[in-house]
């Protein structure tokens, strides 16, 4: 049980310290409530809850290397600049791509509705 109590703990943390990772709790509540009132179906759902977990997962990864990173130094660094830049960039492909993915999920629900 150790274990999880260290990862608890550490999702509380990213919730109270971290910004993009609120806005990424919130983004995955709304698509809930969406799916939730559009029905989606079941396959909708393992993917949307897939690649929700794949953004929050890997925001998580970069918030630890930006840690990391200053640990070995807060003062200006290129290197670390380069570090902390790709790892935000692996975050941002994958929202772009979380993103493209709610689209194609909730657009022909909508479109019914729209109808």
């Not at 396959?43 to 990173?69: F, H, P, R, T, Y």
Request: net charge neutral; proline share 1%; aromatic share 8%.
């Amino acid at each position: 049980m150790l274990g999880f109590e260290h990862a608890f703990r550490g999702l509380i943390e990213m919730i109270k310290t971290e910004r993009n990772f609120k806005i990424q709790v919130l983004a995955f509540t709304l698509v809930i409530i969406l799916g939730f009132v559009l029905d989606v179906s079941i396959q909708d759902w393992l993917i949307l809850i897939l690649v929700s977990g794949m953004v929050m997962s890997l925001e998580i990864i970069n918030s630890a290397i930006e840690k990391i990173c200053d640990l070995y130094t807060t003062e200006k660094n290129e290197k670390i600049r380069i570090i902390k830049d790709i790892s935000a960039g692996a975050v941002l492909i994958t929202a772009l791509f979380a993103f493209i993915t709610g689209i194609l999920v909730f657009l022909p629900h909508l479109k019914n509705i729209i109808k």
